[in-house]
Nanobody
Framework: QVQLVESGGGLVQPGGSLRLSCAAS????????MGWFRQAPGKEREFVAA????????RYADSVKGRFTISRDDAKNTVYLQMNSLKPEDTAVYYC??????????????WGQGTQVTVSS
């Protein structure tokens, strides 16, 4: 069983920044792709960003490209999402997810409980 625990969410003004963290436990972290998803009120959960098991490859949703950066620290079993130039439309619950393999293909198999990000003045 894999446990994923997100942290770092909160209230931020438009144009501000936040860094989300996701601590993983329960299996070997390195070598597995990780991702971030989000769900706004009344909307379906959507993909935000993903990083391969080796950290060499990343992928971003068009809506966050150039503003968000995903990274990982395998020594700490942690994946991060640095969010800059935040907009009100980034408001959502953000979920960390783990894929079954080293590449971010298909649907993740493990999910965290989510952390709220609210962008408002």
């Amino acid at each position: 069983q894999v446990q994923l625990v997100e942290s770092g969410g909160g209230l931020v003004q438009p144009g501000g920044s936040l860094r989300l963290s996701c601590a993983a436990s329960g299996r070997t972290f390195s070598g597995y792709a990780m991702g971030w998803f989000r769900q706004a009120p009344g909307k379906e959960r959507e993909f935000v960003a993903a990083i391969s098991g080796a950290g060499a490859s990343t992928r971003y949703a068009d809506s966050v490209k150039g503003r968000f950066t995903i990274s990982r620290d395998d020594a700490k079993n942690t994946v991060y999402l640095q969010m800059n130039s935040l907009k009100p439309e980034d408001t959502a619950v953000y979920y960390c997810a783990a894929y079954r393999a080293a590449i971010f293909y298909g649907t993740p198999v493990y999910w965290g409980q989510g952390t709220q990000v609210t962008v408002s003045s």
